[in-house]
Structures are given as structure tokens and as C-alpha cells.
């Protein structure tokens, strides 16, 4: 089953504005990535925030997680054309033997209009 | 450094013929993952592994089995192929829980 849901499942916009995504879990998380995906290609990690962590930045992303919601969003500022892919998040459950297994939601499909 | 690179980029099998997909990292990562990828379902967990001679079952592992005789190497194999294994197949190491690299991928057909 998908331990991660994310919202809106499709996304378009027009070049230099903002995209937010959504992503909601149901159990408790060690930690919560995100991931990026151009068409016909693998997955490139894009950031990761701890469970102990509330916000995190990295160049134009900024990640935002609730524990208590259970919810995460990933905001893209200023997007560009190139911003163009799906975005997945993932979890990491908490507790339990150590592996990192992840735990994916559908995706949101981004499209930037240039 | 490759990083972790999936051989075939591409196979077309017939029902009940079997094959093997290879992934290798030079990471020198202790984890390592199967994952299968379709249509409106994100990507679901195959098989895994924490260490060299070590595997477990994901979220969706039968049909597949596994090995990890080298720390750099994890193979999948599919023993007799299904139409409903035509997927896109990626593998992935990582160091612990942190992040996952991830390889290009292959695409199966099974007719």
C-alpha cells in the first residue's frame, strides 16, 4: 500500500511563478524525501528532512514537515522550464530494523510553461 | 564514479521465459533496492538488501527473486515472466536510511 499520498496529482503553471506540492503519510516516519523524475529517466534525490526538522532549504526548494499532520510540502520558487517532471515523495518509517526502506506516493506531474 | 548503472536498458520477453536484471554500484553503498515503477502507481518495493549475502522481501516480491553475492551487485531475477510483469524496473543503493541513488532503469515487455 502507498504510505504517502501528494496533492495535486497534475500542476501547471507558467515560468517564474511558485509550485507547491503536497504530501500526507499515515504512520510514523524517521524521515521524508523527495525526489525528482524527468520522462524516461530514474529518480534524482532532491532533499530530505528528519523527522526532528520543520523546514528545510535548498537553492530556489524549501520543505516544510508536520509531524503532527502528518503532512509535508515541497515548494518550488521562481520555476523554470527545466522544472518540468514528476515529483515523488518518500518515507522512511520510524522504529523497526534499520533498513531504509522507502515508502513512495503517486506523484505530482509539474509542468512550467515557458 | 558510474554511480549505479541496470543492464539491459530494455528487454522484450515471452510469457514464461526467464531473465535476469543486473545492477551494479560503486557507491560502496551497504543498501541496496529493487523497485518497479507503472502507471499512476509510483514506485513499489520489490525486494531488498542490507549487506552483502543478505535479502528481504518489499512490498510486491513474488514472481522475483534476488541475490547479493557482492556488496556491489544485486540481481533480479524473474523466473517465469508474466504479462503482468511489464514494468519499468529501477534499482537504487543507498547509505542507510539517507538517500537513494537510483539508476536509469529497464524497460520490460512481456507478450
Known amino acids: 500500500s502507498q504510505q504517502g499520498e501528494e496533492d495535486p496529482q497534475a500542476l501547471s503553471i507558467q515560468e517564474g511563478e511558485n509550485a507547491t506540492m503536497n504530501c500526507s503519510y499515515k504512520t510514523s516516519i524517521n524521515n521524508l524525501q523527495w525526489y525528482r523524475q524527468n520522462s524516461g529517466r530514474g529518480l534524482v534525490h532532491l532533499i530530505l528532512?528528519?523527522?526532528?526538522?520543520r523546514e528545510k532549504h535548498s537553492g530556489r526548494l524549501r520543505v516544510t514537515l508536520d509531524t503532527s499532520k502528518k503532512s509535508s510540502s515541497l515548494l518550488i520558487t521562481a520555476s523554470r522550464a527545466a522544472d518540468t517532471a514528476s515529483y515523488f515523495c518518500?518515507?522512511?518509517?520510524?522504529?523497526?530494523?534499520?533498513?531504509?526502506?522507502?515508502?513512495f506516493g503517486q506523484g505530482t506531474i509539474l509542468t512550467v510553461h515557458p | 564514479n558510474a554511480g549505479v548503472t541496470q543492464t539491459p536498458k530494455f528487454r522484450v520477453l515471452k510469457t514464461g521465459q526467464s531473465m535476469t536484471l543486473l545492477c551494479a554500484q560503486d557507491?560502496?553503498?551497504?543498501?541496496m533496492y529493487w523497485y518497479r515503477q507503472d502507471p499512476g502507481m509510483g514506485l513499489r518495493l520489490i525486494h531488498y538488501?542490507?549487506?552483502?549475502?543478505?535479502?528481504a522481501k518489499g512490498e510486491v516480491p513474488d514472481g522475483y527473486n534476488v541475490s547479493r553475492l557482492k556488496k556491489q551487485n544485486f540481481l533480479l531475477g524473474l523466473e517465469s515472466a508474466a504479462p503482468s510483469q511489464t514494468s519499468v524496473y529501477f534499482c537504487a543503493s543507498s547509505y542507510h536510511r539517507d538517500e537513494q541513488y537510483f539508476g536509469p532503469g529497464t524497460r520490460l515487455t512481456v507478450t
Open positions: 538488501s542490507v549487506g552483502e549475502g543478505t535479502t
Open positions: 518518500a518515507t522512511v518509517q520510524s522504529g523497526g530494523t534499520s533498513y531504509g526502506k522507502l515508502t
Open positions: 528532512i528528519r523527522s526532528n526538522e
Open positions: 557507491m560502496n553503498h551497504e543498501y
